[in-house]
């Protein structure tokens, strides 16, 4: 290809004209991607719902703001929208806003905080029971 600054020729692959030191179209691709690829990670998403998921903290973290607002001000749909979320995000069934997966997906962690969250339901339900 050619430099479109100073028209010389270049390496396809080139990111900065070795002409005239000016950035080439694969450099503004590249930037761009980059933008494009601030995946959010998926360990970071899954502490935030365990510790503030109540307060909408991992949809805020997803880039899900409507979504975000509305746990926040329903107290994570009184901790039931926070636990479904929590459930999915195990799974890694939650997405980004733009759609991407989240990266750096455990799924041995995933499993595990799902087991543990599913024993801590029973607790509470066996302990509630017993209460009654
Ligand atoms: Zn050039």
Redesign the pocket.
């Known amino acids: 290809m050619f430099?479109?600054?100073?028209?010389?020729e270049?390496n396809d692959n080139a990111v900065i004209?070795?002409?005239?030191?000016?950035a080439?179209v694969n450099n503004r691709i590249n930037t761009h991607s980059t933008t494009v690829n601030d995946d959010r990670d998926w360990s970071i998403t899954l502490v935030l719902a365990i510790f503030l998921g109540i307060f909408g903290a991992h949809r805020f973290y997803t880039g899900h703001i409507a979504i975000a607002i509305a746990q926040l001000f329903t107290a994570g749909g009184c901790g039931i929208w926070a636990l479904i979320d929590l459930i999915r995000l195990c799974a890694n069934h939650i997405k980004d806003e733009k759609g991407h997966k989240l990266k750096k997906y455990n799924e041995e962690v995933g499993l595990s905080v799902f087991i543990i969250i599913f024993l801590l339901i029973m607790i509470g339900c066996i302990i509630f029971t017993s209460c009654i």
């Open positions: 430099c479109s600054k100073c028209g010389k270049i004209c070795i002409h005239c030191g000016c080439t």
